[in-house]
């Protein structure tokens, strides 16, 4: 069964959203449903007449809202850590389906005082960090983007992150690198101790 809903807030954070249900052309307004970000499907919506009026001022108050909650510290480094952890994420994704076993990628615009912190950079001294095998620390990433974002199972083939790269850039960009490996099994428990001998033999770590 489909209700056609009008958002009014998202939590990144809990990724769930708060929204009025939409019955018989009218927004019920006094009605408010919490609904799980996964269970929502994008649909276009036409309003008319009141209920295009009502959804607009509903709209520029939700808004205003989310404006006003940027202005807290804490809800906006929430926010911002929502934000570049999905985008990592989705960075990620990408970099497991291309053909190439590095790929560069680029967030736009830091925003200083949540991404320092996220990352440990120090800008001008430390403009760059490395998680990886190598440097012992790719589980240091977990935190932001949860458990076993670093792998891909396909065909009987894991697909594995071996570093990420981050680099604040001159302009205040946020870049990176993601190189990833290919192990030819499927892997479960443990599954980084089985990547780090796989890399030692390889004579890569």
């Known amino acids: 069964m489909e209700t056609e809903v009008i958002i009014s807030n ?33 649909k276009d919506i036409v309003l008319k007449g009141a209920a295009k009026k009502l959804g607009t001022s509903l709209a520029k108050k939700a808004f205003k809202q989310t404006l006003a909650n940027l202005q807290d510290g804490s809800y906006r480094e929430r926010f911002r850590k929502q934000q570049v952890a999905d985008a990592l994420h989705r960075e990620v994704a990408a970099a497991f389906r291309a053909p190439s076993r590095r790929k ?3 967030l736009g615009l830091m925003s200083l005082d949540v991404d320092l912190q996220i990352f440990g950079l120090a800008i001008p001294e430390s403009t760059s960090i490395e998680y990886s095998y190598i440097k012992n620390n790719i589980d240091k990433l977990d935190d932001l983007l949860g458990l076993r974002w670093d792998v891909h199972e396909q065909d009987g083939v894991t697909r594995y992150v071996t570093s990420v790269r981050v680099r604040a850039t001159q302009d205040l960009s946020l870049t ?16 980084r101790e089985v990547f780090r001998q796989h890399m030692n033999m390889s004579g890569t770590v």
């Open 104 to 106: 560069n990628f680029d």
């Open 10 to 42: 998202i939590d990144l954070v809990k990724k769930t959203a708060v929204c009025w249900p939409k019955i018989h052309d009218k927004i019920e307004e006094e009605i408010t449903i919490t609904l799980k970000l996964s269970h929502l499907m994008k």
């Open 176 to 191: 990176g690198t993601i190189r990833i490996a290919d192990y030819e099994a499927v892997v479960t428990g443990k599954y």
